[in-house]
């Protein structure tokens, strides 16, 4: 596609519920990331995935959190259990290697 | 552990009125220093890449310089449509892939 493209944009959730959240990269992009953003702050990095070696996990906050992607497509961030302060915009972004981002406009997860 | 510093954290401007916005950072092995503009409700968008001190790139009103502890990003006669959250990150040699972001300058340019 044209660009990244995120869904949901939005999503509220009760505290305890799990969420999925989904990423279609740029095509022909083989790497792909997930950056957490909270209000006022900048920007925190999740997870990366390139082509098929084994993804950077390393910035995943909790065993909650967790991340698939098939092949060089599409991507899911999967969060467990919900809590309050998984409150954020969650962003991903995708590249050729060694390139420039191109995030997408992100999703707005909210917890109640 | 890779850090990025920026300053000021907000910055307002009249119209015309040019200034610099800064990035301090620490890395092992620069691969390279981005800057991301990011307007209200949207992802960060690309704006420059530079990879080495002494590295200068130019985009309409912006330009972005880098030593080898900061980068300056040149804002020469804003605009309103200038105003925006600046965005700072770097990639080191050994996080390949991985960006660390700065917290951000707010800029915003009154007419």
């Known amino acids: 596609g044209a660009g990244v493209s995120q869904s949901p944009s939005n999503k509220v959730t009760e505290k305890g519920k799990d969420v999925e959240l989904r990423c279609d990269p740029i095509?022909?992009?083989?790497?792909l990331y997930w950056y957490r953003q909270r209000l006022g702050q900048g920007l925190e990095f999740l997870i990366y995935?390139?082509?098929?070696?084994?993804?950077?996990k390393s910035g995943l906050p909790s065993d909650r959190f967790s991340a698939e992607r098939t092949g060089e497509s599409v991507s899911t961030l999967t969060i467990q259990r919900t809590q309050q302060e998984d409150s954020a915009v969650y962003l991903c972004?995708?590249?050729?290697?060694?390139?420039?981002?191109?995030f997408g406009s992100g999703t707005r997860l909210t917890v109640v | 552990e890779d850090q990025v510093t920026q300053s000021p954290e907000a910055l307002r401007l009249q119209e015309g009125e040019s200034s610099s916005l800064n990035c301090s950072y620490t890395?092992?092995?620069?691969?390279?220093l981005f800057w991301y503009r990011q307007d209200p409700g949207k992802g960060p968008e690309f704006l420059f890449t530079?990879?080495?001190a002494g590295e200068e790139k130019e985009k309409e009103r912006l330009k972005a310089t880098l030593t080898k502890k900061e980068s300056f990003l040149h804002i020469t006669a804003p605009k309103p449509e200038d105003s925006a959250t600046y965005l700072c990150?770097?990639?080191?040699?050994?996080?390949?892939?991985?960006?660390?972001f700065g917290q951000g300058t707010i800029l915003t340019v009154h007419p």
């Open positions: 095509s022909g992009h083989t790497a």
């Open positions: 990150a770097v990639q080191g040699g050994t996080s390949y892939g991985k960006l660390t």
């Open positions: 995935f390139q082509g098929n070696s084994a993804p950077d």
């Open positions: 530079l990879y080495s």
């Open positions: 890395v092992s092995g620069l691969r390279g």
């Open positions: 972004a995708s590249s050729l290697v060694g390139g420039g981002y191109t």
